[in-house]
């Protein structure tokens, strides 16, 4: 898995007793927090699980970054609980699925905001990118501190 790193400059550590009136007084430990806080990862070979974790976002994340796996050519209750929840969802692979044997279709392709293919585990670092970009148009405020937002996502194309 990707390791990022956040480099701070000079003086940040002084963040919350530093010109509070300039900087606020979020210190810098606090800011590592809320980084720390943007992501969380999960993982399951079970389809029903997965489709519990898709409803339980609802209210909790502000965007979704999903490589389904093979779940991707077939399921269509993956579809269906991608389309049930107001959270964007954005589909990653690590390969181009598109190059690949003809039954490698996605399903969710109709009912998630986008998809990254066949950038290896790049993929996931520029779906994360989409993801947040996305949550900062839905709602600037909530998406820069890390809380889920509310606003419903844009209807899908169907089939």
Do not use: C, W
Not at 3 to 21: E, S
Not at 23 to 28: A, F, K, P, S
Not at 67 to 79: C, E, K, V
């Amino acid at each position: 898995m990707a390791k990022v790193l956040v480099i701070h400059g000079p003086n940040l550590n002084l963040l919350g007793q530093r010109q509070p009136d300039i900087y606020g007084t979020t210190t810098l430990a606090e800011i590592d927090r809320r980084l720390v806080a943007l992501v969380d990862t999960y993982q399951s070979n079970h389809e029903g699980a997965i489709i519990d974790r898709l409803h339980a976002a609802q209210g909790r994340y502000d965007a979704i970054v999903l490589n389904a796996g093979a779940l991707t050519h077939y399921s269509y209750s993956l579809r269906d609980a991608i389309a049930a929840i107001p959270v964007p969802v954005i589909e990653v692979h690590l390969s181009n699925i598109h190059a690949r044997e003809a039954f490698r279709i996605s399903v969710i392709a109709p009912v998630v905001r986008g998809q990254i293919s066949g950038f290896g585990a790049d993929s996931y670092l520029l779906g994360l990118r989409a993801a947040l970009a996305i949550a900062a148009r839905a709602d600037p405020g909530r998406a820069a501190s890390g809380g889920a937002s509310r606003r419903p996502r844009a209807r899908q194309r169907r089939p």
